[in-house]
Each structure stands twice: as C-alpha cells, then as structure tokens.
C-alpha cells in the first residue's frame, strides 16, 4: 500500500530546530495528517528554500509550518513565494529568549501574512492546521471537537480534584 500524499509541509532552518518542530508533528499525528518534514534554510539554502515554496501547492501540500531561530526569515520568504497559508514557528536560540525570532516572524509586511504562534508554540502550529485542514475535511473537523471536549474535561477534573 502507497502512503497517503503529504498535505501539509513541516520545515525549518537547521536540524537543531527540530526538538522544538518535533511537537507540531506529533500534534499532525495524533490526528493521522499526513505531512512530510524538510530542513531548508532562507539563508544558507535560499535556491533550495524557494523551490521547495513554488512547488508545494503543486505537489498538494495545503499548509506549510516553517519554524526557524534568530534572523527567522524562512516563514516570511515561504509565504512570498507560495499562495498557501504559511504558519510560522518562533524558535527560541540561547541568547534573547527567542524574542529575535518571534520578531522576525510577525513582522511581516503588508500582502504577505504569516499565522505567527508563541515562542516554541509548535504544537499550536499543528493544531491550527488540522483546523485548517478541518475546513474541507469534516473528519479532521469532528476530530477538533472531540479534542477541545477533551481539554476541556481535564480541565473539569482538576477543578473537581482541588475542590474535594
Ligand atoms: C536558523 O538559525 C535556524 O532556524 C536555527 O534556529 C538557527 C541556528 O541554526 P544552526 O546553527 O543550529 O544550524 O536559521
């Protein structure tokens, strides 16, 4: 049996990102999204970075979750060269919190948006996908419900747990 096409792209700009990445594929999992996983960077590999943008809705990616630290220009140039939805991931780095990243991802020019997610939000990044994806796909919609009844009876029991 053929694994099910890709729908949407997870990448960043080095390898070290991924401890962080690693939590938006676990959450594409968990709702059986298939997706694929690339490491490309706006600096170091632009040639390959814009390839990998113009090709994306072709090949039936239908979002693209870029994380990147520092100088994170990689979500901002994807979403220049790609008409899908883009959602960036700010990577935190050793020095400034990852507040640099966070900038450089939500500072987007006019005409160019990038859904931006906290500091290290990677699972968000993945949940707010499946949402997406959730639009044309009334099984990933059904899914989100059941997960946000979910979040919500943990939040329940706890309350009940302190009030005892
Ligand atoms: C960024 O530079 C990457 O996204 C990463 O967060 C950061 C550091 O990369 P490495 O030096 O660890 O490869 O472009």
Known sequence: MTAPAP?????MGSDSDW??????AEALAEFGVPFEVGVMSA???PHRMLDYARGAA???IVVIIA???GAAHLPGMVAAATPIPVIGVPVPLKFLDGM????SIVQMPAGVPVATVSIGGARNAGLLAVRMLGIAEPRLRVAMEQFQADLESIVLEKDEKLRR
């Open 43 to 45: 600096h170091r590999t």
């Open 67 to 69: 994380g990147a630290g």
């Open 58 to 60: 072709e090949r039936g």
């Open 100 to 103: 640099d990243s966070l900038l």
């Open 7 to 11: 729908r949407v792209g997870l990448i």
């Open 19 to 24: 401890p962080v990445m690693k939590l938006a």
